[in-house]
């Protein structure tokens, strides 16, 4: 190593700690941004270079740099995403958050020719600005410069591949192999832009589904997690619950009805529509069992399952399906247990003093 390099490194060994300050704060920085835009991404990382890292860059091209504030990637952030289009989301953050020096950043996504394919990341060379931290005995803080790669896991994969079998084995990759590579590229870039558009319509049939439930057109809208949800969110079990709890003047405690899809789907259900009409046919023989069953008891708490519950078991019993269908309703909402039975024969006793008819 020359005179020129060792200087650049006794620099490097004296400000290592401003270095490591500053990592603390950019990984919080970008966890916070994240965090307050609900964006979720397979890691955030940081890496300060080693001196034996830079030792070696500096053998390469140590002559390239005059001091080591012209080296960009002795601190580098890394934040790796699911999907193509939260990059370019990450990317808008960052441009709000960070300073950006344009010059010296590089979009690879951009530099592909249309018959090309390979490493695909969007980097960033940044500064932190006084809004984010404010030090005057460190005014370096705000003048060291750092590198953000922002990519997707696919893309981060294939680089680490491609660095692994192209880089560190040290031999020139024959051409066969080359084109190999290239084309498991071109297969991660479709990948990509596939789940995305695949997020995209997914999210779009969620609204479309969410406007037909509001617009009440259940009849259109398939049984499914996503459909079943939206209609909890309507709380359409919610003034039979409180009819239930005005018995005992008790308290509804929330609980998650989600469960209760797969009874409905098992019992023929297609479309919400059937959901509903089901609800609306046995809810009065729903709140009339309730009424039995907690008229003698000094019951205040209340589950916010008990209308949906009390529904399907007059179901059960009207069309036929006896303490069996009952065992099968505790199964699919409780787990399979052995007290899904005793439960069912109590249930069973207390219904049949109702005259329940199809």
Partial sequence: MDLHSEMIMTEYEAQ?????????????TLEQALARNNILVTAVSTRIKTAESLAGKLALKGSKYQSISDLTDILGARVITFYTDDVDHIAALAEQMFEIDWENSVDKRALHQIDSFGYNSLHYICRLPKSIVDDPDCPALNEIRFELQLRTTLQHAWASINHDI?????VEIPRDYLRRINRLAGILEMADDEFSRIRTEITDYRRRVQQLVQNGKLDDVQLDGDTFTSYLQARPFDALNKRIASINQAEIEEVPLIRYLRVFKEYGCKTLGDVHRMKLKYENDAYRLARYQLGNTDLDIISSAVGVQNICIICILATGGGKMGLIRLFDLINGHNNQNEALADITY???SKLQVEN
């Fill in 16 to 28: 290592l700690p401003v270095y490591q300050r500053l990592e603390g704060i950019v990984q919080r």
């Fill in 166 to 170: 192209g880089y560190k084995t040290g």
């Fill in 349 to 351: 006793e207390q219904a």
